[in-house]
């Protein structure tokens, strides 16, 4: 058995081991046993189902409860060359007897239903006289009211799995906490079903806490080290995803924002392009995200601080699914505490339920002051416990060096009593520094006692201790009177000298040199990675389909590192399949060929690998129009030039014109004189027929002067060909 699953892996998905537990429950899957599967996000449960669907004779029903994420997986499916169908509110009549059809003549391997519809009498009646071979429920925390994201149809999923005695039912969450997992179990009534519980420590992330100051500048420094990498930035109000958007527009990176306000098209609109990899980078509410399957987001900013662990955790999980290294920064202020608390205290649930609310949000605060591990703290409040420290968090790559802050503390708190516990942070500070500003002379404080006693510490290290000192306990925050900082029970011992206090340095964070400490880092050919990713988003341009389920980051990381020279060097990259091999295999081979000398290129493990022919890449086909152009289009049609459209829609201008392009050859009615002359359109399709017809736009472009560009090429040939051979455009 375990044979076949292997050559399975490698065959359809391109990999060469399993990961921890897929092995097991795929096994039991194949005995004909259930399993209940809990891993984090990128732990890699798709697979414990889809490689058994492969495998079995019969049908495989997934219950899954978000479109958007189901049409993503059924294109990665289709990509893989694994026949997979979605049936959803999504689909047209016709198109769901033809998905119907193919179940009946066992022609398809999957199939995604939404949970309405998995338990509708209508597909029920007619599923039970249907091969089915195993039932998969994704987001099987859903089952259980402890979860956020209860579905009522989830509880009566009973009447699907009853219909099919005896076949393994495969449950699968990221969702850790043993209440939901009892829960799922219980709902579920599995015989014998086995659990696989997988830690939750996301290795591959790094995680940052900073304080809330300047964060627009610290995260353009920040980005620095992603800058062309993809990336969400957290906001808590609408206002900040545009205003944020903006500022990073204006520094240059293609953002746009996205929130609840906003239509359902252009909120689609926005969605595809970030997973088009067309926009880089999206400030968003939490509405962002419910759906994103994209694999290879890089980063996780969180302007604001989050409300609770389980969002921070699950918004930060967002990145690095596909296993790379990826980096989380969150900014700690206190204003979003404030914020925050006054959110739960003017919500209109129970006080029970308000004062759990409240709980959790200290919880998060004492995750951004805590000084130790945070990767342990998170880990242990999601229940999982452990001795050692994670190694990729901010605390572990540059652990805070503590001193005796005594003197310090007594200062703060000293000052605090002067003031009369009337004032806020900023304004102690102002009186410990001796400030002469206008407020602090006109109310007097310059002739208190411990004005000017802490002269000798500059003010963003005041603001850091002020921060630990609360944190400790030491002094606190009396939010009903505009935040003053006022004493605790704790304050008089420290002023009496009768304890010491521990304070921690303030650091400076150097982004660059606090890498997470990973080997996939840059031991592969950057400037060759660069190319493919290119070449990535022209095929998956010209065939419509999202660029990672194509190859995935990973995937073109590791082709670049491998080089491959020959097709059977190529199967040792991690993630190319037989199938993906003949479809892509010709044309990334060529590119790796164009860019890397013979002498480096790999001639491979010497895997028997069955040669057929390469799909032959066509860069002159002509695909079809989706909404992101018909965006373009619009914008175009109000009259906005190529910049405009391309700045108002965070996007290259080059993107723009390609839409533009893309539209005309589809025959809408796009008035290409701006960007294309009569003379630069007989010149390039001159040149490609004297180069005999090449069908890629490499040649052309290598040939031609400088005055075209390859999008006009794109068009210029495609055009030709259209009214040459009307009748084989598509
Ligand atoms: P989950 O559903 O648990 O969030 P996915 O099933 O989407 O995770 O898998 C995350 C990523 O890991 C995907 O890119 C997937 O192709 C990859 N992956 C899964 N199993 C393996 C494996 N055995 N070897 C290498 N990569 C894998
Ligand atoms: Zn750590």
Redesign the pocket.
């Known amino acids: 058995m375990h044979d076949r699953a292997l050559q399975a892996?490698q065959e359809y998905?391109g990999?060469?081991?399993?990961?921890l537990h897929?092995s097991d429950v795929i096994d039991r899957t194949m005995a004909g046993k259930s399993s209940l599967v809990i891993?984090?996000?990128?732990?890699?449960?798709?697979?414990c189902y889809q490689l058994p669907a492969v495998l079995l004779d019969g049908l495989t029903i997934v219950v899954s409860p978000l479109i958007a994420l189901m049409q993503d997986q059924v294109a990665a499916l289709q990509a893989s060359g694994i026949a997979a169908e979605a049936l959803n509110s999504a689909c047209e009549p016709g198109e769901e007897a033809q998905i119907r059809q193919g179940v009946e003549q066992g022609r398809l391997k999957l199939l995604y239903v939404s949970p309405e519809r998995a338990v509708s009498p209508g597909f029920l009646s007619w599923i039970a006289h249907q091969k089915v071979a195993q039932v998969a429920i994704?987001e099987a925390h859903c089952v259980s009211v402890w979860g956020n994201d209860f579905r009522p149809e989830y509880t009566r999923l009973n009447a699907l799995i009853e219909r099919f005695p005896g076949i393994p039912v495969a449950a699968?969450t990221?969702t850790a906490d043993s209440a939901t997992r009892h829960d799922i179990l219980q709902q579920l009534a599995l015989p014998d079903c086995e659990v696989f519980l997988s830690s939750f420590e996301r290795k591959n992330i790094q995680v940052d806490v900073l304080p809330a100051q300047n964060r627009i500048r610290v995260m353009l420094r920040f980005l620095e080290s992603h800058s062309r990498e993809c990336g969400i930035v957290y906001c808590l109000s609408r206002k900040s995803t545009e205003q944020v958007a903006e500022k990073l527009r204006q520094a240059g990176y293609a953002a746009r924002h996205y929130h609840a306000a906003m239509g359902s098209e252009e909120r689609k609109a926005v969605q595809d392009s970030f997973q088009r990899d067309e926009v880089q980078i999206i400030c968003a509410t939490i509405a962002f995200g419910m759906g994103i399957?994209k694999?290879n987001i890089r980063w996780i900013v969180h302007y604001n601080l989050p409300k609770n662990i389980e969002s921070y955790y699950q918004e930060i999980g967002r990145a690095g699914?596909?296993?790379d290294p990826a980096e989380a920064l969150l900014f700690a202020g206190y204003g979003d505490m404030r914020t925050l608390a006054q959110f739960i205290d003017d919500g209109d649930s129970h006080p029970d339920f308000k004062a759990l609310q409240h709980a959790k949000l200290s919880r998060m605060w004492e995750y951004t002051q805590a000084t130790s591990c945070r990767t342990k703290f998170i880990l242990g409040y999601f229940g999982e416990h452990r001795e050692r420290n994670c190694g990729h968090c901010d605390h572990c790559l540059n652990p805070p060096r503590s001193f005796d802050g005594t003197v310090i503390a007594q200062k703060a708190l000293s000052a605090c009593y002067w003031l009369q516990q009337q004032v806020g942070a900023n304004m102690l500070i102002d009186v410990l520094r001796g400030s002469s500003s206008r407020e602090v002379i006109s109310r007097g404080f310059d002739q208190i006692k411990t004005y000017g006693a802490g002269q000798d510490i500059d003010w963003k290290s005041w603001r850091h201790y002020i921060t630990q000192l609360i944190d400790r306990g030491y002094l606190a925050i009396d939010y009903t009177r505009h935040n003053a900082i006022i004493l605790t029970e704790l304050s008089r011992p420290v002023l009496k000298g009768e304890v010491s206090v521990q304070l921690c340095e303030p650091q400076e964070v150097d982004f660059k040199a606090k890498q997470l400490n990973t080997p996939a880092i840059e031991d592969y050919d950057t400037a060759l990675f660069t190319k493919l990713k290119e070449l990535r988003r022209e095929i998956s341009e010209q065939d419509d389909v999202k660029p990672?389920t194509i190859f995935?980051d990973?995937s073109l990381k590791d082709m670049a590192r491998i080089k491959p020279g020959t097709v059977s060097a190529l199967m040792d990259v991690?993630?190319v399949g037989s199938y993906k091999r003949d479809k892509y295999g010709a044309a990334f081979l060529a590119c790796i060929r164009d860019n890397v000398p013979e002498a480096e290129r790999s001639l491979g493990s010497g895997k028997v690998v069955k040669e057929t022919t390469p799909r032959v890449v066509d860069d002159f086909a002509i695909a079809g129009v989706s909404d992101t152009h018909l965006e373009t289009l619009q914008l175009f049609g109000q009259g906005l030039s190529v910049a405009e459209i391309a700045a108002q829609r965070g996007l290259t201008a080059q993107t723009i014109a390609r839409h533009l392009y893309r539209l005309k050859l589809n025959g809408e009615a796009v008035d290409l004189d701006p960007l294309i002359s009569p003379e630069q359109i007989s010149y390039i399709q001159g040149l490609w027929k004297a180069l005999d017809k090449p069908a890629r736009i490499k040649p052309v472009y290598d040939e031609a002067d400088e005055a075209v560009d390859y999008e006009q090429i794109r068009y210029a040939v495609s055009l030709l060909r259209k009214q040459a051979e009307p009748t084989c455009a598509e």
């Open positions: 892996l998905f990999y060469d081991a399993f990961r897929q891993m984090p996000t990128g732990g890699g449960k798709s697979l994704d699968l990221a399957d694999p699914r596909d296993g990672f995935s990973a991690s993630g």
